[in-house]
T-cell receptor, first 114, second 114 residues
Framework: GAGVSQSPSNKVTEKGKDVELRCDPISGHTALYWYRQSLGQGLEFLIYFQGNSAPDKSGLPSDRFSAERTGGSVSTLTIQRTQQEDSAVYLC????????????FGSGTRLTVV | KQEVTQIPAALSVPEGENLVLNCSFTDSAIYNLQWFRQDPGKGLTSLLLIQSSQREQTSGRLNASLDKSSGRSTLYIAASQPGDSATYLCAVSGANSGYSTLTFGKGTMLLVSP
C-alpha cells in the first residue's frame, strides 16, 4: 500500500477484555515495529520484526502483550486482560532492511480501557 | 539504557522567527538520529535523518546538526510559519541494541502564531 495502515483507529474496551490491533505495513518493507505513546510519556518501543528472524520482544511491558506477523506482512498486536494503564496510542511503523531507512509510521490506534 | 531529553518541552513564537530545538542523549554509541514531526491525532513524519558519521542534514528551512561525542543534536527552523506548529520528536537508534529500533524524547510542542 501507499502507507502504513492501522485499524481500528479508535478502540474502547472494558477492563479485563482482550483486544487485537492490526497493522498493514508498506509493501516491500521487511521491518515492522510497534510503539506505544502514553499521555505525558514519550514513544516507547514494544516489539520489532525483521524478515523471518525471531522478533525482538524486549520492549513488551508484560506477558499480557504479544504480537505476530503473518507472511512477513500484516501484524497483529494482542493485549490480554486489558488494564487501565494500557490506555495509549499504539503506533506501528515499517522500514527498509535492518538499518531503519524509510521509517514510516501509521496514524495509530487510540486504545481506551474503561 | 539510552535516555533522550528534549528542551524546551513547549515553545511559542511569532511567525517569521528563527528557532532552535534541542535534543540530548546519554549513550553516544548511536547508529543514527532522526527528527520527526507529529501533528495532533496523526502518526509521525520523518523530517531529517543524520547518520552517526555525519554532522548535519538540511531540508528546505530545516537544518539538523549532530555532535555525537557530546550527545547533542539541534533542529533549526528558519523563518517559522503557522504551518510549522506541531510536536517535534528526536529519536536515536543504538549501535549496541539493534540498528533500527528507536529511543524517543518526549518532544517539543511548537506553536507559531500568525
Amino acid at each position: 500500500g501507499a502507507g502504513v495502515s492501522q485499524s481500528p483507529s479508535n478502540k474502547v474496551t472494558e477492563k479485563g477484555k482482550d483486544v487485537e490491533l492490526r497493522c498493514d505495513p508498506i509493501s516491500g518493507h521487511t521491518a515492522l515495529y510497534w510503539y506505544r505513546q502514553s499521555l505525558g510519556q514519550g514513544l516507547e518501543f514494544l516489539i520489532y520484526f525483521q524478515g523471518n528472524s525471531a522478533p525482538d520482544k524486549s520492549g513488551l511491558p508484560s506477558d499480557r502483550f504479544s504480537a505476530e506477523r503473518t507472511g512477513g506482512s500484516v501484524s497483529t498486536l494482542t493485549i490480554q486482560r486489558t488494564q487501565q494503564e494500557d490506555s495509549a496510542v499504539y503506533l506501528c511503523a515499517s522500514s527498509f532492511g535492518d538499518k531503519g531507512y524509510g521509517y514510516t509510521f501509521g496514524s495509530g490506534t487510540r486504545l481506551t480501557v474503561v | 539504557k539510552q535516555e533522550v531529553t528534549q528542551i524546551p518541552a513547549a515553545l511559542s513564537v511569532p511567525e517569521g522567527e528563527n528557532l532552535v530545538l534541542n535534543c540530548s542523549f546519554t549513550d553516544s554509541a548511536i547508529y543514527n538520529l532522526q527528527w520527526f514531526r507529529q501533528d495532533p491525532g496523526k502518526g509521525l513524519t520523518s523530517l531529517l535523518l543524520i547518520q552517526s558519521s555525519q554532522r548535519e542534514q538540511t531540508s528546505g528551512r530545516l537544518n539538523a546538526s549532530l555532535d555525537k561525542s557530546s550527545g547533542r543534536s539541534t533542529l533549526y527552523i528558519a523563518a517559522s510559519q503557522p504551518g510549522d506548529s506541531a510536536t517535534y520528536l528526536c529519536a536515536v537508534s543504538g549501535a549496541n541494541s539493534g540498528y533500527s529500533t528507536l529511543t524517543f524524547g518526549k518532544g517539543t510542542m511548537l506553536l507559531v502564531s500568525p
